[in-house]
């Protein structure tokens, strides 16, 4: 039972254009959610975070936004460029305290030039 | 300032074996997390240590357990290695827990 769910395996998006990934979530308990990217035989990197209580945040090229009612969450990164081609993991934690992050499957972003 | 660093980066065992995987966190960091990934179950959540206690815990088997050190450095160990252990094992390290968290490069295990 899936409680992260990236419904969209991979998404391919022009440079220069916007990519969205998407994420949406089934535990209404969770309070707290995070973005990570992935290259190949690397470790996760984090990207960018959101609490519940806001439905916006901006880091640069990025900005997640949170739907609570609808119990989803998007990733926008523009202008897109191709160092951004990699795996984005969703997460979502339920604890006011602690790493016990629920990721969802991943979405493979491929960039091209 | 150096990453979450984590030893060996790759392991073959045989089945019924044990291996201790280590992480060494970013200086001054107290959360120590560890998550297995696997081509079908993606990242899964093992347990987090924060100032050598057990502050979380996943859904694996008792065969799965862990340390902190005073230094915050972690280990992991597997007993009774199993064919389905195969994975990349990730750590990752955080100040306080839920705030973002870094990953180091993984260990790969292999059983056979």
Request: hydrophobic share 30%; with cysteine.
């Amino acid at each position: 039972d899936q409680q992260v769910k990236q419904n969209s395996p991979s998404l391919s998006v022009q440079e220069g254009r916007i990519s969205i990934l998407n994420c949406d979530y089934t535990n209404s308990m969770f309070d707290y959610f995070l973005w990570y990217k992935k290259y190949p035989a690397e470790g996760p990197t984090f990207l960018i975070s959101i609490s519940s209580i806001k439905d916006k945040n901006e880091d640069g090229r990025f900005t997640v936004f949170l739907n609570k009612s609808a119990k989803h969450l998007s990733l926008h990164i523009v202008p897109s460029q191709p160092g951004d081609s990699a795996v984005y993991f969703c997460a979502a934690s339920m604890d006011n305290y602690g790493q016990n992050f629920v990721f969802g499957p991943g979405t493979r972003l491929s960039v091209l030039p | 300032k150096a990453g979450v660093t984590q030893t060996p980066r790759y392991l073959i065992k045989t089945r019924g074996q044990q291996v201790t995987l280590s992480c060494s966190p970013i200086s001054g960091h107290r959360s120590v997390s560890w998550y297995q990934q696997t081509p079908g179950q993606g990242l899964q959540f093992l347990f987090e240590y924060f100032s050598e206690t057990q502050r979380n815990k996943g859904n694996f088997p008792g065969r799965f357990s862990g340390r902190q050190f005073s230094n915050s450095r972690s280990e992991m160990n597997v007993s009774t290695l199993e064919l389905g252990d195969s994975a990349l094992y990730l750590c990752a390290s955080s100040w306080t827990g839920q705030a973002e968290a870094f990953f180091g490069q993984g260990t790969r295990l292999t059983v056979v």
